[in-house]
């Protein structure tokens, strides 16, 4: 072996040798870092959606940081508190329903006759609530195997909603940390970019995933919010007591992309069951509460997209593809992926060969 290749094998060995040791050290950033990722992407998302805010509220006190601890604390106030509250208001009505069930002290209206005639299930809902309201402690104890297996799967998701809680909090949290050096955190965002795209595309890219962000944002917060008042209004109308609960549960479900029609489904039959309704106020109550039950889809064309290059449709496919892939997060982390990937083909397709 002469000294060219020696030099050549040496060379190729170092490469390896470096290659080998960035992989280790990624992956172990990997493993070191994965318990606080999906901190961290709730955290980005938070702070570049609410940058704006944050800025505008800067300039009215003056001082970055006491802007972002008002964000903190009027996020925690309007979100987190009133989510705690609901959940805690849940679970007292779960537990009283338990104790009126042991106690047999619940009183179950008989069915009315009806029901029968509903199609499909009529004579099934008819002859369970027949044995719930003959002999309810025996239709209980019938039960028994389901309502412990429904029992398990209502404690889980209500441990799960307060972990969301408490992740949301602390996302909360480190978004405000984020926003007060803003800055900087787009100077880096920025440099990132150029770094992997180039000077031009680089800032351009940097723009198109700053405004997916917050576009999605916008159109899954905002269309939730607009649904739930919309839900609550109709309720109120069709003078449901708790409009204002229910309206709540729906602005819950509708942030994580859960239909609303699961809350003015069963509120369209309690309204046909209870029979303090006439028929024209039954109809009419029932097609308000359908149209505003089904409003996103009809609000989330019109919100997302907007204020992004990238057409309608790549923001929409690629919010629901993400969600389904990664959950809530993946709304943002799909949106924009897809969008980029939609501006690089673009630029591809454009580009003159030559």
Known sequence: MNANEQRDSSRSMDFVIRVGLIGGLAVLCY??????????????????????????????????????????VIGVVLIVVPTALLMSSFADSIRGFIDSVQSNT???????????????????????????????????????????????????????????????????????????????????????????????RGDAFTKLSTATIRTVAQGVV???????????????????????????????LGIAQVPALIVTLPVIIYIWTKGDYGTGAAI?????????????????????????????????????GGMAALGIPGMFVGATGLALGYEIYREWVAADPT
């Open 31 to 72: 493993q070191v870092l994965s318990p606080f990722l999906m901190l961290a992407v709730w955290s980005i998302i938070l702070a570049v959606t609410l940058y704006p805010l944050d800025r505008w509220l800067a300039r009215k006190v003056g001082k970055q940081w006491l802007a972002s601890t008002l964000i903190v």
């Open 106 to 200: 619940i009183e179950i209206p008989a069915p009315r006759e009806s029901v029968q005639e509903w199609p499909v299930v009529g004579n099934k809902i008819y002859g369970v609530w027949a044995k719930a309201y003959e002999d309810l402690p025996a239709f209980v104890q019938s039960m028994q195997p389901k309502i412990g297996e429904l029992a398990r799967r209502a404690v889980a998701m209500i441990a799960s909603i307060g972990g969301g809680i408490l992740l949301f909090l602390a996302s909360f949290i480190v978004a405000g940390i984020l926003m007060a050096y803003g800055e900087a955190g787009a100077g880096a965002s920025r440099a990132i970019f150029r770094r992997v795209a180039g000077p031009a």
């Open 222 to 252: 905002g269309v939730a919010a607009i649904q739930a008042i919309l839900i609550g209004i109709a309720l109120l109308i069709a003078g449901i007591k708790v409009a204002g609960a229910l309206a709540i549960v729906a602005l819950v």
């Open 284 to 320: 009419t109550h029932t097609i308000v509460l359908l149209v505003t039950g089904m409003a996103d889809n009809v609000l989330k064309p019109l919100l997302l997209g907007r204020g992004v290059d990238a057409p309608m449709p790549v923001i929409l496919f690629g919010a629901l």
